[in-house]
């Protein structure tokens, strides 16, 4: 299992658009991948969790990854919030 904090770096925070960007790219993978925000838990699977969570831009989101391709699930939602998900 690996778990990493990541912040929201984009302005919107992570709204529809971000997170069906991060259900399609982590759907790739096999591991159970949860994000935990406060008391929110969800699974980064879930558009509709991921939305509820209501992150915003500056606040810290727990990830973690557990599975046989955990590595590079991991490194493929850092990727996406590194690139703001493509927001200006």
């Given at each position: 299992?690996?778990?990493?904090?990541?912040?929201?770096?984009?302005?919107?925070?992570?709204?529809?658009?971000?997170?069906?960007?991060?259900?399609?790219e982590?759907?790739?993978?096999?591991?159970?991948?949860?994000?935990?925000k406060?008391?929110?838990?969800?699974?980064?699977?879930?558009?509709?969790?991921?939305?509820a969570?209501?992150?915003?831009?500056?606040e810290?989101?727990?990830?973690?990854?557990?599975?046989?391709?955990?590595?590079?699930?991991?490194?493929?939602?850092?990727?996406?919030?590194?690139?703001?998900?493509?927001?200006e």
């Amino acid at each position: 299992m690996i778990i990493k904090n990541i912040t929201v770096k984009n302005a919107s925070g992570i709204h529809a658009r971000p997170a069906t960007l991060i259900v399609k790219e982590v759907s790739k993978f096999q591991s159970d991948i949860t994000f935990i925000k406060g008391e929110h838990e969800v699974n980064a699977k879930s558009i509709m969790g991921l939305m509820a969570m209501a992150a915003k831009q500056g606040e810290e989101i727990e990830i973690k990854v557990e599975g046989p391709d955990e590595k590079e699930a991991l490194t493929a939602i850092i990727n996406l919030f590194e690139s703001n998900f493509s927001e200006e």
